[in-house]
DNA sequence: TGTTTCAATGTTACCGTTTACATTGTCTGA
DNA sequence: TCAGACAATGTAAACGGTAACATTGAAACA
């Protein structure tokens, strides 16, 4: 292992020298610093990442905790995430939970050992142990889309879910949809809360039924989707409008309804959530609401350094703005 | 903050003791281990990672290079690898590069200045900068899917691309083609050679030409797929068939064709590669190569924690085995 | 010329653990 | 009763940097 003490022997210097030369070179003559960096090239010499941060205590890390590798939704934050914490000079460690409180109680720990200086959850649960919920009283943590099940409020970057799925909603009311369906993602989740709510209002505002046994679902999944149509189409009164909430389950619900001989939008219309990129070349494509996740990831980002850097919290909920984009899933009404 | 001083203290033992009652519990009676933990639980205290990383000159962490986070295949991968290293004890950094050197370099380094103990590149370059490629000469790193590029053999895990393009070509012959095109993605880039070279070589066989006007594309994406059929619709010879190297080209390329008032497969056929989640339930669903993204993540994993744990290397390439999965995007070829 | 100042560099303590080595004390066996 | 063995614990030196403080020496100024 080249090490700061070779590269000073060889250069002549102290250690002190060799850090300086390379931290702040401005403290170091002309002359010296040529030596130096002549040796460190000689030597090959890079500093040790580990010695310097347990030097500051900083990892100047973060740790991302993910429910679902695959969803490019998830993944599209991500990318906003990860530009951004290199452009503040952080890494982003990924957490893939899989749902699994465990993997989250593993993930969150890691703030607390020094490994990471800070978490985005983008997950609706809080995902430190029992155990560890003390400790992790004033840690840095971020929410971003869900908010964090807990007494504490910690920052959250969020949609206006609630006026999203009201203005889907509208939409569908617009073209005379009278009979509504949802297939909804993890229950218990406060988007599902604030989504049902927000069409359930926009409905009730005009009197029409939303039945309980119309909302099906259960995960975000194209398979949820598909077995949610099947469910609907077995019910009595079938719905002409089926609200989905994300592009995934849309998906999966235009796939089956396809395969039971219907149409889109003829028969059934259907209406995402997210505005993934396939969304817009499917067959036909998705009605939804685009949520600027990139965006959400960055802000993410940067609300969570300034925790990190001890800045006080100027807002501790931002909300981004949604687009509703209307395409050829969603159309009038059967007669 | 609470370190191991603390906790000694408040247990009346040396700081050693306690040490040793976290990382060998064995050696340490049981009246003062006892003790110990208790300190431990009414301090709350954590062991630094930073501070035993340096000392064990490891930081149990792996760097994923990734080229586009968005791809749902390249997720899969990570999938795999995020199992895996987890189950190693190893934690996974997100390297987003989008394909650009200066972010490759930046990310590697961190292998170099032990922030990371190896390398997984999902890419096709040698990440590492022209001033570190001599340091870089021993590091651990594998290449998963594309092949890196540099005299230095690493190891690799691939799918048999040469193979798996046969089998598709053939699938395409089956059905009585005879004029053939190609979407290609990443110029340049091994798999295209290989792909390539595996249709080039069935279609020689039964003397079918196979023109380079025929092959357009440069990106595995959507809109990569849109344009290459906007080309190829506007060749004279229009091809009855189209290879196209991944899915999302696919999915593009299926959307244009049928927005150029075409049928799939009735008109055009439409193969894709990947088998990503999505293609089984588009319209129509997709004829796919399926790769075990999930199992390939694992193995490199398994083989780069080898490499740093500087275990011999066994083999150094791993051909994973592929499927070809028949859908409903290719049929019989229009008379 | 003597004092002050300051830039350049060296010395050394420290970050929080781990661990080789040293010490203590008890138990065993002759 | 005492050497030897061994288990339990303490002491202190690492790991590889960084930075506060100390030192040096030359320039600046009265």
Redesign the interface.
């Known amino acids: ?1 080249t090490n700061i003490k070779k590269v000073s022997e060889l250069a002549g210097v102290s250690t002190a020298t060799v850090s300086r030369t390379l931290k702040s070179p401005d403290q170091v003559s002309q002359a010296t610093r040529e030596k130096v960096l002549e040796a460190v090239k000689a030597a ?1 010499y ?6 310097s ?2 030097k500051s ?1 900083r ?1 100047n ?1 973060i740790v991302v905790l993910v429910p679902n ?2 969803n ?1 939704f998830f ?2 934050i ?2 906003g995430i ?2 951004a914490a ?1 452009e503040k000079g952080f ?4 957490g ?1 939970t899989q749902g699994s409180p465990e ?1 989250e109680h ?1 993930y969150a ?2 703030v ?4 990471a200086d800070g978490l985005i959850q983008l997950d609706h649960s809080f995902p430190f142990s029992a155990a560890d919920a ?2 992790a009283e004033d840690l840095p943590m971020v929410s971003v889309c869900e908010r964090i099940a807990t007494e504490k409020k910690y920052p959250v970057i969020e949609l206006d879910n609630y006026a999203a799925s009201r203005a889907l909603a509208h939409h569908l009311l617009g073209y005379g949809h009278k009979h509504f369906a949802a297939i909804v993602g993890q229950i218990s989740s406060q988007i599902y809360r604030e989504r049902l709510a927000g069409i359930r209002s926009v409905l009730q505002e005009e009197q029409i039924p939303f039945e309980q046994a119309q909302i099906t679902g259960g995960a975000y999944t ?1 398979e949820a989707g598909i077995a949610g149509v099947e469910h609907l189409l077995s019910l009595p009164q079938r719905p002409t409008a089926i609200f989905c909430f994300n592009d995934d389950i849309a ?2 619900a235009v ?1 089956a309804i ?1 395969k039971a001989g219907l149409r889109v939008p003829e028969d059934i219309s259907v209406v995402g959530f997210d505005n993934i ?2 969304s817009a ?3 036909p494509p998705l009605t939804t609401v685009d949520q600027p996740a990139y965006d959400m990831g960055r802000r993410a980002v940067e609300v969570l350094v300034s925790q990190i850097r001890g800045e006080p919290l100027v807002r501790s909920k931002e909300v981004l703005p949604f687009q509703l984009i209307e395409r050829e899933s969603s159309g009038p009404a059967p007669l």
């Open positions: 292992m090959g890079r500093p040790n990442w580990l010695a941060s347990v205590g990892s890390t590798l695959v490019p993944m599209r991500i990318g990860e530009q290199q890494s982003v460690l990924l893939d993997r593993e720990s890691m607390l050992t020094n490994r003390d400790l194209i998906i999966g796939h396809k990129k396939v070349f499917i067959d």
